[in-house]
């Protein structure tokens, strides 16, 4: 123990034997998660690709969903747009949606212009076997809901982390759920009464307090117990308490799923 201790002390004391050890553990623990992080960012690359090409036409609408993958779908679009001279309305569902269509020099529309979508392509924090969707990890599931309300087609990507066989497998910081802020209290509690679990209030990380979506809610991440539920039932019992304005649950809504491997492959599901 006096040794392991000191051991430990001489580490970290500056001597000049074992630094060199430290360091090569820490750039091959950097490496790897770098490795790491790019075959995620390749998945989601070749998913994205992948819908876009096989989804979208020419002279269409498209709703253009939020997060970390959508990157790669509008970076697609834009390039088929320059390529092969399609015409494209984009239709945002977040705020960061709509920068992403400007800044590739995308024809941004809205839904008074166009209230119907052709297809729909955004991304998921979960997709399970029956191809219910846990939406809103990054906190912009309202406008994605109602966007995909309005497509003939919702087409999700994602990498492989994503795919599940049922809700909370993989997924583990639970369904997020979309409040009027002065009600988030009665919500949470109501929703742990009838259904168990607990909900956590979100908070944001570079403001004091909840995050605030983009339209102006709170959001409660409800990590719910392991159970068979019957995902539809519990949308629609949460929708009906008042303060809730949307849940992050995306029930009979997604027509097709592109997975994203690290091996450079695609795997797809259909509904
Ligand atoms: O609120 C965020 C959206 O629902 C995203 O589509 C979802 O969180 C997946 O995002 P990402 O592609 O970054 O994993």
Redesign the pocket.
Known sequence: MFQRFFGTVSLFSGSRSINPLLSSIVASRASSSAAAKMSLDLA?KIAAFKAVDEYVRDNTVVGV??????VYAVQRLAERVKTEGLKLVCIPT?FQARQLIIESGLVLGDLEQHPKIHCAI????EVDADMVLI???????LQ?KIVASCADQLVV???YT?NSKKLGEQYKKGI?IEVVPMAYVPIRNKVAAKYGGSLKLRMAVAKAGPVVTDNGNFILDWHFPEEKFDWDVVNRDIMMIPGVVET?LFVKMATKAYFGLADGSVTERSA
Do not use: R
Request: net charge negative; charged share 25%.
């Open positions: 989601k969903g939020s997060g970390s993958t959508v977040s955004d991304g998921a924090d939406k809103g990890g990054g906190g912009c599931l994605e990507i994602a990498d994503k997020p992050g």
